[in-house]
């Protein structure tokens, strides 16, 4: 794998693993009981960018490793795959 690809592959995992850890620990408004005015009760109370950033990017960090030693150690033969008939 180059570094470039692989400097791709880990961009395209870092923003698809953001969704998935966004969600993690926050807490609304409406379950804090403090509801800005002109906000909906579901918008998050308290918001910590760094800290969903430094926990997105070790998880990012973790699914790219794996990816790379599939792809580096040649773990899961893509081409075998595709000349298997389906049944």
Request: zero cysteines.
């Amino acid at each position: 794998m180059s570094w470039v690809f692989g400097i791709a592959i880990y961009f395209v995992v870092w923003w698809i693993i953001l969704f998935a850890v966004l969600p993690f620990g926050v807490r609304t408004q409406g379950e804090s009981g403090d509801v800005v005015a002109g906000t909906p009760p579901s918008a998050p109370a308290k918001f910590s960018f760094l800290r969903v950033a430094v926990i997105n990017t070790l998880v990012a960090f973790i699914v790219f490793a794996i990816i790379w030693a599939i792809i580096e150690y040649d773990l899961f033969d893509i081409a075998k795959l595709a000349n298997q008939p389906l049944d």
